[in-house]
Structure formats: structure tokens, C-alpha cells
């Protein structure tokens, strides 16, 4: 299975901008790009994902490098409750599982 | 409101005893799935299910048994084989349809099982 890279820990001033990234260089051609986040003692909670394209919604924007071998989720201005834990996940062509790794702990400052 | 429970959201258990964590969903989801997750680090995956009456081991399914005779419902029993079952375990769905790495998971709040 296709591996991802998350730095351990980020920190961000409140309502500015946080890049978060994430190396995928072994990624096949169908993997899709999966970002979720947890906040202590919850469920994990789907962010955003996509497959080759940009992709924005309400909550994030998600930029895909043109080989696809690194993606960055971008926060357009952090808030305290954006504080957790957050996972970039490869998931396999027609395949239900997902493979969490450690993710990136970050930390808004007020 | 749409969505995943579980319960209880603590549990604990003498060592050696059998336990049954509750999942139930109302999505209308095909997919269900359980992970167990240890404290600073990511989930695993225990089973999944894509459709009633059918499942698939996860990556660390030993200990573990499920059963799916109902699309709502995806219950897990952490067996006393299971050598180290104090963990957060989640639950999630997603629909299932031809390209599943497309869709989105829907998880629970988590039941925090404490074997004493």
C-alpha cells in the first residue's frame, strides 16, 4: 500500500492561513487523496478529498501537486476549534478500507 | 438526525470476559467498518463489511469477531483471545458503489473500552 509522510506537529496564529503537507511519492495513478481530522476523544471527521484536481469546499482546500506525489491541505484562516489531529490518507481504487497513520497534531494559538 | 451511534461511550470489563460494542447506523450506508485506535497514535482497521451477511478481516482482526445481519447494525465483540483490548474503538460507514475510494466516512463518537 501506498505510504503517506505527515510532519509530527504544526502550530498557527488564529485566523491566519495554515498549509499543511503531505508526501505521497509511491501514489498509483487511481489512489485518491483523503484528508480527515480528530479532535480529542472523537470520531475522526472527513475534511476533504480528491484525485488529481484542486478541490475546495466550506471547510479546506486541498492542492494537489502535478505529479501527484505530495498534496497540501490549506486552512484559509484557523480557528481554535481547527485545533487536532489531522490525516492524510491514500485510498485504493474500489477498495473500503483506509490506512491512518500518526497524522500532524496541530495547534492554533490564540 | 442522520448518522452513527455507539454506546455506551465508556465501558469496562474484568479480563477474560467477553464485550459487545453497539453500532447503528441510519445513513442508509452499505459499508460498515470498525477501527481500534491506542492512545497518540492512528486507527486500524478490525473489520469491515460492504453489504449484510458478509465481512472482511482488517489488519488486526484477531480477538475480534463482528456480525452484519442487519444494514444498520455492526456490532463488535472483543473476545477474552484478544491480549490487549483496552482502546478506543470506532465505528464508520460509507456508501458503497463502484469506485469506493471516492466516498466519504461517516465515524461514530468511539466507545473507550477499560479492561481491568
Known amino acids: 500500500d501506498a505510504k503517506t509522510t505527515q510532519p509530527n506537529s504544526m502550530e498557527s496564529n488564529e485566523e491566519e492561513p495554515v498549509h499543511l503537507p503531505c508526501n505521497h511519492s509511491?501514489?498509483?495513478?487511481?489512489?485518491?487523496i483523503h484528508w480527515y481530522r480528530q479532535l480529542p476523544s472523537q470520531g475522526p471527521e472527513y475534511v476533504i478529498h480528491?484525485?488529481?484536481s484542486n478541490v475546495n469546499n466550506r471547510m479546506a482546500s486541498l492542492a494537489i501537486a502535478e505529479d501527484r506525489k505530495s498534496s497540501t491541505l490549506i486552512l484559509h484562516r484557523a480557528t481554535l476549534r481547527d485545533a487536532a489531529v489531522y490525516y492524510c490518507?491514500?485510498?485504493?481504487?474500489?477498495?473500503?478500507?483506509?490506512?491512518f497513520g500518526a497524522g500532524t497534531r496541530l495547534t492554533v494559538k490564540p | 438526525d442522520g448518522g452513527i451511534t455507539q454506546s455506551p461511550k465508556y465501558l469496562f470489563r474484568k479480563e477474560g470476559q467477553n464485550v459487545t460494542l453497539s453500532c447503528e447506523q441510519n445513513l442508509n450506508h452499505d459499508a460498515m467498518y470498525w477501527y481500534r485506535q491506542d492512545p497518540g497514535q492512528g486507527l486500524r482497521l478490525i473489520y469491515y463489511?460492504?453489504?449484510?451477511?458478509?465481512?472482511q478481516k482488517g489488519d488486526i482482526a484477531e480477538g475480534y469477531s463482528v456480525s452484519r445481519e442487519k444494514k444498520e447494525s455492526f456490532p463488535l465483540t472483543v473476545t477474552s483471545a484478544q491480549k490487549n483490548p483496552t482502546a478506543f474503538y470506532l465505528c464508520?460507514?460509507?456508501?458503497?458503489?463502484?469506485?469506493?475510494?471516492?466516498?466519504?466516512?461517516?465515524f461514530g463518537p468511539g466507545t473507550r473500552l477499560t479492561v481491568l
Open positions: 480528491g484525485l488529481t
Open positions: 464508520a460507514s460509507s456508501r458503497d458503489s463502484g469506485t469506493s475510494a471516492n466516498n466519504e466516512q461517516f
Open positions: 509511491t501514489i498509483s495513478g487511481t489512489d485518491y
Open positions: 463489511s460492504q453489504i449484510v451477511n458478509d465481512f
Open positions: 490518507i491514500l485510498r485504493v481504487y474500489n477498495n473500503n478500507d483506509m490506512r
